[in-house]
């Protein structure tokens, strides 16, 4: 009588169709879970360009004050919100400071500090002389606000705003139609060249400096 063949002992997950079928299961679970942890950081954070020179996607703009050795930002009140975080970035996205805090009303800060009650997620660091600089503010409810600009651009107690930087006085920046589209109103209310753009204190029509960046 002959013997019987032995019965392989080999559990399932050394045997090659069911390893390979099991494989192929854990490798769609985490595409979908990608995919959907992708959807939902979309829904989260604030799209913002991060091409080297190309349009940035705030949703309005910011005004940014070179007030002694202080670079003070300002929100008009068109752009008002609830500020959670803050970044100062380079022409990549890569920050030279950032802070972060609970969602607190702010209409001006000075750039380089920690506005109270928010914690720096990056220490202020200067950026190199003539840097692009990207100032951007995320707000609760609405898109971000921003500027692009250069160090040099700054002009003493004026706010330098827009695609096209346009000097405004500090209170004429605070009521300015700048809102909707980034782009700033270069007129003043009666439709008159502006000087320096809508405000009281405006230094004379020829004083005025716009300074035209890259993208």
């Not at 091409?51 to 996607?57: F, I, S, T, V, Y």
């Not at 752009?79 to 805090?101: H, N």
């Not at 921003?146 to 006085?169: E, P």
Request: with cysteine.
């Amino acid at each position: 009588m002959q013997p019987s063949p032995p019965t392989s002992a080999e559990p399932w997950w050394h045997r090659r169709s069911p390893s390979l079928g099991v494989f192929v299961g854990v490798l769609v679970v985490l595409a979908v879970a990608s995919l959907v942890l992708g959807a939902r950081v979309v829904d989260v954070l604030p799209e913002v360009g991060k091409d080297q020179l190309g349009d940035d996607r705030w949703s309005d703009p910011l005004g940014v004050e070179l007030n002694g050795q202080f670079q003070i930002a300002h929100l008009p009140d068109c752009a008002a919100g609830s500020v959670t975080r803050i970044a100062l970035w380079d022409s990549r996205s890569e920050p030279y400071w950032e802070v972060a805090g609970p969602a607190v009303p702010l209409e001006a800060f000075v750039v380089g500090a920690a506005p109270e009650g928010f914690t720096e997620v990056v220490k202020f660091r200067a950026p190199p002389e003539g840097a692009l600089l990207r100032l951007v503010v995320f707000r609760r409810v609405g898109g971000p606000a921003g500027i692009r600009y250069r160090n040099d651009d700054l002009r003493s107690q004026r706010v330098m705003s827009g695609s096209t930087l346009t000097a405004y006085t500090v209170e004429g920046f605070k009521t300015a139609a700048v809102c909707g589209d980034g782009e700033t109103d270069n007129t003043t209310p009666d439709g008159a060249p502006a000087g320096d753009v809508g405000g009281v204190g405006g230094a004379p029509a020829d004083a005025t400096t716009t300074t035209s960046l890259p993208g």
